[in-house]
């Protein structure tokens, strides 16, 4: 059974960096794209990043691009994402999940706890 939990989130200022990790236990990731998501009280949860494990190049919604940065881990079986340029509307909790490679979105499943990034300004 795939595990997931995520480290790194914290509280800082606008134009800050952070680097957020998912780190994977109980299964490989060699199957899977990995995704990062976000979600605010205000906001639906939204699929910021995500990345094959097999190789491929990731994908970022419009919101991060440029800004932040997916990344596998290989030694740790983990997947990062440094998010840099950091704005107060990227506060959000931030949860990392996983689906079968060429799986629909709706497939997404082991999802993390997640970590809250907090942006002031």
């Known amino acids: 059974q795939m595990r997931l939990e995520e480290s790194g989130g914290g509280s800082v200022q606008a134009g800050d960096s952070l680097r957020l990790s998912c780190a994977a236990s109980?299964?490989?990731?060699?199957?899977?794209?990995v995704g990062w998501f976000r979600q605010s009280p205000r906001s639906e949860r939204e699929l910021v990043a995500a990345i094959a494990w097999s190789g491929g190049p990731p994908y970022y919604a419009d919101s991060v691009k440029g800004r932040f940065t997916i990344s596998r881990d290989r030694n740790r079986n983990a997947v990062n994402l440094q998010m840099n340029n950091l704005k107060p509307e990227d506060t959000a909790v931030y949860s990392c999940?996983?689906?079968?490679?060429?799986?629909?979105?709706?497939?997404?499943?082991?999802w993390g706890q997640g970590t809250q990034v907090s942006v002031s300004s």
């Open positions: 999940a996983v689906k079968p490679r060429g799986g629909s979105r709706d497939e997404y499943n082991s």
């Open positions: 109980g299964r490989t990731l060699s199957l899977y794209v």
